[in-house]
């Protein structure tokens, strides 16, 4: 008989499961640092993120008063949470460390650089947030990026070529 297995499994970061991946933050920003921070929820929310329908394209965090939040991600209300349920776009408290904060967050406003939220996930049933220090990219920036891109597939497909 084959048992059946009731731990969830886990890759080898301890992620249980990856809700919602921001792709364009990493065409439209150069990220120099990456912190993962809890962030706070509701009920609801929490039910909602589980269902794995978050939206993090339009997201940005920011510092107020010595602490971050999450702006504009989207999670959409849960249907069976009824009359309980909470608001879609409402700012959400980042957990972060002091020293993180102040080391982390106070960078990206003295140096021009913003919090970009990168992936949202459960580990060991809590929902992180990876959150990246970027620079914005120019337009010349993006062209180079995808020449280099292209020379580097090009050296690929000639060495291939050679090998047969």
Same mark, same amino acid.
């Given at each position: 008989m084959a048992k059946s297995n009731t731990k969830k499994e886990k890759n080898n970061d301890g992620i249980e499961r990856v809700v919602s991946e921001?792709?364009?933050?990493?065409? !439209?920003? %150069? /990220?120099? @640092?990456?912190?993962?921070?809890?962030? *706070?929820?509701?009920?609801?929310? +929490?039910?909602?993120?589980?269902?794995?329908?978050v939206s993090l394209k339009e997201a940005y965090a920011k510092v107020r008063k010595d602490?971050?939040?999450?702006?504009?991600?989207e999670v959409p209300i849960y249907i069976e949470a009824n009359r309980f349920n909470h608001k879609t776009k409402r700012d959400r408290k980042l957990?972060?460390? !002091?020293? %993180? /904060?102040? @080391?982390?967050?106070?960078?990206?406003? *003295?140096?021009?650089?913003?919090? +970009?939220?990168?992936?949202?996930y459960f580990r060991n049933g809590r929902a992180k947030l990876l959150l990246g220090l970027?620079?914005?990219?120019?337009?010349?920036?993006?062209?180079?990026?995808?020449?280099?891109?292209?020379?580097?597939?090009?050296?690929?497909?000639?060495?291939l070529s050679r090998r047969k």
């Amino acid at each position: 008989m084959a048992k059946s297995n009731t731990k969830k499994e886990k890759n080898n970061d301890g992620i249980e499961r990856v809700v919602s991946e921001n792709r364009d933050a990493r065409r !439209r920003f %150069e /990220i120099v @640092k990456e912190l993962e921070c809890g962030i *706070e929820l509701v009920g609801s929310e +929490v039910k909602s993120l589980r269902c794995g329908t978050v939206s993090l394209k339009e997201a940005y965090a920011k510092v107020r008063k010595d602490e971050v939040f999450l702006i504009n991600c989207e999670v959409p209300i849960y249907i069976e949470a009824n009359r309980f349920n909470h608001k879609t776009k409402r700012d959400r408290k980042l957990l972060m460390h !002091r020293r %993180e /904060i102040n @080391k982390f967050a106070k960078k990206a406003t *003295e140096q021009g650089m913003t919090l +970009v939220p990168l992936r949202l996930y459960f580990r060991n049933g809590r929902a992180k947030l990876l959150l990246g220090l970027g620079r914005g990219l120019k337009l010349h920036d993006k062209r180079q990026q995808l020449k280099e891109r292209d020379m580097k597939l090009d050296a690929r497909r000639a060495f291939l070529s050679r090998r047969k």
